[in-house]
């Protein structure tokens, strides 16, 4: 059964919506520049989602906005902290070529999460030293990862999934461009128990406990326009 446009899965409404007492707030969009993309025809669904995203959060003014690719390496479009305009659009569309490649022995996506908790980090000292202790601790960052959702590394994604949960402030959602033809909602994969095969749903052990399924470019401004309500309602919550 097809997840709805707007419907994140898990508790994810409620979380997006929460948070705690403080102010501000860091957007970083990380879009799957890798070579699958292409081939599963989700490039053009991936400019759509990053161009509305970014153009959005700047003209709403929630927060610094930053721009990483990644595939086989993680490279910084928009580095976090520079303000973000309407011309910086095609500069950004200019540089994901979709053209990464990674072999079974590369990790991409843990690699890019480890990447992003080295900058959220030094983003949220960097807070500090501007403001107070209490300032960078308040700080809400997150993260949208926007790619096709097909990763082989699922158990060493868990594990530091399970470190970012422990860390104050930060949520990483993950928007997945679904192809029809090839969907993850019918993909299954295989576990040994005992020496036999076991088949599970794919995304039934997907490791981003809050993500959303989007089949259709035409879905995607409804999608993001719910995220961003919540993200809203959550920094000003914050702000009171």
């Known amino acids: 059964m097809p997840v709805s446009p707007a419907a994140w ?5 409620t979380s997006l919506g929460g948070g705690g007492a403080g102010g ?38 929630v927060g610094d906005i930053g721009v990483v690719g990644f595939g086989g390496c993680v490279k910084t479009l928009h580095p976090l902290g520079e303000p973000f305009v309407d011309q910086n659009g095609p500069k950004l569309v200019s540089k994901l070529t ?21 900058q959220l980090s030094l ?14 601790s308040n700080l809400q960052q997150l993260v949208l990862i ?8 699922k158990e ?24 029809p033809e090839k969907s993850l909602l019918d993909m299954q994969s295989v576990s040994f128990e005992k020496g036999k095969p076991k088949m599970t749903k794919y995304l039934d052990s997907f490791p981003f406990p809050y993500y959303v399924v989007v089949q259709e470019s035409n879905q995607l401004p409804s999608t993001i326009s719910d995220l961003l309500r919540q993200w809203i309602e959550m920094v000003s919550s914050n702000s009171d």
């Open 9 to 13: 899965s898990s508790s994810s409404v």
């Open 24 to 61: 501000g707030g860091e957007v970083v969009l990380a879009v799957d520049d890798s070579l699958s993309m292409s081939e599963n025809k989700r490039d053009r669904a991936a400019l759509e989602a990053m161009v509305l995203l970014a153009r959005a959060m700047s003209r709403l003014e």
């Open 98 to 118: 979709f053209r990464q490649d990674s072999t079974l022995s590369d990790r991409p996506m843990v690699t890019l999460l480890e990447s992003l908790h080295q």
């Open 123 to 136: 983003a949220r000292e960097n807070s500090s030293s501007r403001g107070s202790a209490e300032a960078g």
């Open 146 to 153: 926007i790619a096709d959702g097909q990763f082989h590394e």
């Open 156 to 179: 060493a994604l868990t594990k530091v999934m399970r470190e970012f949960g422990n860390q104050k402030g930060v949520l990483i959602a993950f928007i997945v461009l679904d192809n």
